[in-house]
């Protein structure tokens, strides 16, 4: 029988960073759902689309396909009608228009089945912002992987400045509270912890030692 373990947490709390690496100390199969989310965010962008616009971007996802693949390195690859956009979600603007975009429930339902069915398959460790509560309520391990907003906006800035993107702090932290009140607060499937998941904050832990704290909880609860 497959294992699932959901981790979820707001913006910037190293879900995706620290699942990976997770799921390759164990050999298990890493699944990042918001990428998924920003995938459509960006095909809505390309088309100028709002991100607030439902009956056009309802009507867009008659027309797309949005797909995780792994290259030939094993890292996941996010794919929309073919394409690897996979560098091309991770912007500010993007992100925003996630957040919007995933507030829907017709867009939640049109990516449902396809992380479900991934877990049905793999060994997964799955991560987003509804997982232990809507898509995995039945995984075997459930983790709420947070930290302080300044601390979450201060990894997402250093990231985008290391990747050579002119974006200034205040910008960054101001787009990471917009993100966690709208992920919070949205009528489907908002933000927040399961009754049974760990809560664990990584607001004073380096990358080394959140890894190590969430493999330490995945093998004592496996």
Do not use: W
């Not at 050579?164 to 912890?193: C, I, Q, W």
């Amino acid at each position: 029988m497959n294992i699932a373990i959901a981790i979820d947490g707001p913006a910037g709390a190293g879900k995706s960073t620290i699942a990976k690496l997770a799921a390759k100390e164990l050999s298990f199969i890493y699944v990042d759902t918001g990428a998924l989310y920003r995938a459509i965010g960006l095909c809505a962008y390309r088309n100028s689309i709002g991100s607030k616009d439902v009956p056009a971007i309802l009507k867009m996802l008659e027309t797309i396909k949005v797909e995780l693949a792994f290259n030939e390195n094993h890292e996941q690859v996010v794919l929309l009608n073919g394409e690897d956009v996979s560098a091309l979600i991770r912007t500010p603007e993007i992100s925003m228009y996630a957040s919007d975009v995933s507030a829907i429930p017709q867009v939640r339902a049109f990516l449902l089945d396809l992380q479900r069915n991934m877990a049905k398959t793999n060994n997964v460790i799955m991560d987003g912002r509804d997982i232990g509560t809507v898509v995995l309520p039945d995984a075997k391990i459930k983790i709420f992987l947070t930290a302080s907003s300044q601390v979450r906006a201060k990894r997402r800035y250093d990231e985008l400045i290391e990747k050579g993107m002119d974006v200034n702090f205040d910008d960054v932290l101001k787009d990471v509270e917009t993100r966690d009140y709208n992920d919070s607060h949205r009528a489907t499937a908002p933000l927040k912890p399961a009754d049974d998941s760990v809560i664990v904050d990584t607001s004073d832990l380096n990358l080394e030692q959140s890894v190590e704290k969430l493999i330490s909880i995945m093998k004592e609860r496996m």
